[in-house]
């Protein structure tokens, strides 16, 4: 897997959060928090499936039901299980999602507010999940980055 592609597949997911509505840094209450969640991800389910490149495709945004996290399902193809199981490609996938989730603009900001608990990329290979990667706002703080 080319990390150039994959870097670039994670920035093109996080710039379709800029459809948000959400005001930056107020307080919400949860009716308002599920409506800026839904406003954040109706947007890019309509746009859905999104090819980031000959390997990936997001197929799939969710709100989880019992958490405020948003889950991201992507769809791999022509390549093999093991091949993604490898350390160096788990951890060249985590380090270019962290890197863009922690990233201090507007758009993870408003993320991190509407989705408080994380989000999750949920990696799959002929319709069986392969590879959770789950990020946190406080894992941006653990690592000396800013939120």
Known sequence: MKIFKLLAFFVMSFLLLS???AK???PVENDSLAAIQNSMIEPMKKA???EVDELTTLVGVEKDKDRNIINYQ???KNTPEHTMLLPSTLDTIRQALFTAYCENTEDMQQ???AFPDGA???YFIDNKEIVVVE???ADCQTKGNRQ
Request: proline share 10%.
């Open 135 to 137: 990020l946190t706002p």
């Open 111 to 113: 993320l991190k507010t």
């Open 74 to 76: 992507y769809d791999v």
């Open 120 to 122: 999750y990329y949920h």
């Open 24 to 26: 930056k840094n107020t």
């Open 19 to 21: 459809c948000d509505n």
């Open 48 to 50: 859905l499936p999104i």
